[in-house]
């Protein structure tokens, strides 16, 4: 039952990775992603880890995708890309060198016979579902008590987000602008 | 925890009693849309001074029936510039969240069929309510994506703003929701249907702030006047549906009635005590059912009443109001509902119980909070109204 | 796990029904496109702009503020869940954590980030083309006969 569960939702996961990198549309791309982070959500469940998979639904598919549709349509960028460019010189082939070695530091450690690291064995807060307890109260008596620090710590991380958002969008008050210069642009 | 039917392990009864609960669940929401169209149009005419669809069987209630059919007879279109893949994909995005959303809703108690103890529920996930907001962040993509695919000027512009629309009042509604999770201590649907008792509803212990936030915020979110903003017919035609025709808008507006009914539905189950009500013992299995099913009618009957009252709000007004009013009046009375259930189990502020004493200083205490709370956001508001007024005038404007 | 079976069961009842009302609708419904059908809507009149390529950055400021306050709602929902255990050092870690997401509230409110008024502009918003604002386009020359099934304008 769970390797069903988990050979269906690792070829969603695959099937998603690849549209992403093969469609040429930026729309199709994102919704591929969706796919592949919906997969993911189905693998924490069939891990018992309920709350992240719910999670990973609410915060990557229906935030952050939606923030990547946005940026999509505020750069126009809705056309098939033209490949023949590349924008950042030496951007693909260091794009090959990271995407081996990450696979590389998956592989390793499967070759060394270190399975626990890869397998979640090695948490140091215990299995994600034990007994009747339920899954969130579970993760969050380790989030509220002896991971607080990292909590806090996260909601200021999202203060500097905020403020890196007004500033990447928001133009300083006081330069100088004549008429309507965005709108003039062709 | 969970449906007690999957506690004894799985054979063929328990998958046959889930597909059948399943098959339920889909014939009630299909009739339900039916039933809501043509109650929606009958009573608004009321309201109006008219007498609504009266053809198509007695007092029209056949009418939604005769327009189900009529659309498999239309003829489906699809824009020339349209993206064909993805503007075939996006109804099923809008349909199946819209269908699904529902499953977990308690809609009465504990029945047994052959020898089987079941929930008349149809799915107790761990997760609970999340789920609901999970199903309402994939809609946004049948929207979005249906104005985007369309390849035309209309459904564009509505399909941004009304994904805009949605993920500005998910955040206002996930705190409202939260609030109510605070009450029970679980994020299952049923145990909050549980924890309130016949008359003892969350609505009142939470203070019925909450539960405005909701109603307003789930709203927005389904897009129902005045929050309509998404078919502004002056400004947008149709909305980010605009390019659908046949079976496809039809879909469409089945999802967002669909949608309707769930909310009103959650309302029902996270403020207003789900299906609980008098017991009365003559079958009592019934009446749970009963009472859910009046509790539901009266809200998705109010919805038709916002419909016909109020006015469409505008663009700026809306985000507004979901930014700057809702969001801080949820979070500030998320804290205070806790710090009012803390400040209750320690006695505060002195450890022992002098009873309306201890209450009253916790309250005192919330309120110099909420002063400095809310007189800094009103400050904020004040100052980021100014800037904006400045910058209208250096771009060559006048802010109207 | 088991949890989840009939909600898989109603993805996939949805998802046929969708599926089985497009069949449907391909063998009963008429299949005559025509150019003026298919054409872009435009309230009768030619399309002469194309959609808009590019929004306004609002859209994506309001996206990403979202993206922030999705994530801090979310970390309610365990506190929410266990805060009557953690009494009142759950409750002052958790008011922390709101002042830190009640000022990052402020800054953006103050700066005027989710301000959507309306501009009323003094002069025409400048890149109109010439042919929109002519003389010539009354509402004769607009038109679309539809029923020879041509996207040129009328003579």
Redesign the interface.
Known sequence: ??WV?FVISAIAVLAGALGVVTSRNPVHAALSLVLTLFGIAVMF??Q?AN?LAV?QV??YA???V??FL??I????V?QAEDLEVEPLVGQRPAAVGVGVAGLAALLLPIAFGKWQWLSGQASVAGPAHSGTE?N??R???A???RY?LP??A???L??I???G??VL??RPLHTERQ??TA???? | M??PL?AHG?DLAVVLI??L???L??LFLLLGVLLYIWWERKFISDLQNRIGPDRAGPHGILQSLADGIK???????????ADRRVY?LA??LA??P???AF?IIPIGDKISIAGHQTYLQ?????IGI??LLAMSSIAVYGVFLAGWS????????GS?RAS?QM??Y??AM??AV??A??AT???STRAIFVHQSVWNWNLWQLGVVPFGIYMVAATAEVNRPPFDLVEAEQEL?GGYM??YA???F??YYLAEFMNTITVSAVAVTLFLGGPSGPHINFLPALWPVVWFFLKLFAFVSFYVWLRATLPRL???QL??LG??RL??LA?YW??LI??L??GD??H?PWGVNHGALNAITVVAAAAGAGVV?FG??G???R???K??EE??AR?????? | ???????L???I???I???V??F???L??????T?A???????GIV?E???????P????????????????????????????????F??W??????V????????????????????????P???TPESMRSAERTAATTVRRVDVGTQEPAA
Do not use: H
């Open positions: 039952m769970d569960v469940v069939e018992q709350f999670v609410i915060v229906g935030a952050i939606v923030l946005f940026v349509m505020l750069l126009g809705d339920p969130v109260n993760l969050a008596n989030l509220f008590t607080l909590f806090e996260t909601s200021v999202l203060v987000a905020v403020i958002a007004v969008a928001r008429g309507l709108r003039e642009e062709p | 969970g449906d999957y799985i889930t597909i609960k399943v098959i669940t889909f659309v498999f007879f239309k003829e489906d279109l699809a824009p020339t510039e075939r109804p099923y349909a199946v819209a269908f699904s499953a149809l799915a107790d996930p761990p999340l789920f369309s390849g035309s000027k209309y459904p564009l512009l941004v805009a993920i500005s998910e955040a996930s705190l939260a609030t999770v605070l201590g679980s994020l035609v605009t390019e046949g079976v496809r039809a879909l505008r663009y700026d985000m507004d930014w700057k969001i801080p979070l998320l804290l806790a710090a259930r803390v189990d320690a505060w709370f800094g956001l400050a904020a508001i100052v980021g109204a800037r904006v910058e209208t771009a060559g404007g006048v802010r109207a | 796990m088991i949890d989840y079976l009939p909600i069961a109603m993805f009842l949805a998802g029904f969708a599926g009302s497009f449907a609708s391909r009963l419904a008429p299949q005559r496109p150019p059908k298919e054409a872009p809507y435009e309230c399309p702009r194309e959609p808009a390529e590019r929004f950055v609002r859209f994506y400021l309001v996206a990403m503020i979202f993206i922030i306050f999705d994530i801090e709602v979310i970390f309610v929902y365990p506190w929410a869940v266990i805060y009557r255990q953690l009494r009142a759950g409750l870690e958790f008011v922390l954590f709101a830190a997401v009640f000022v990052s509230f402020v800054y953006l409110i103050g700066n005027g980030a989710l301000d959507w008024g309306p501009l009323r502009r003094m002069s918003v400048a890149g």
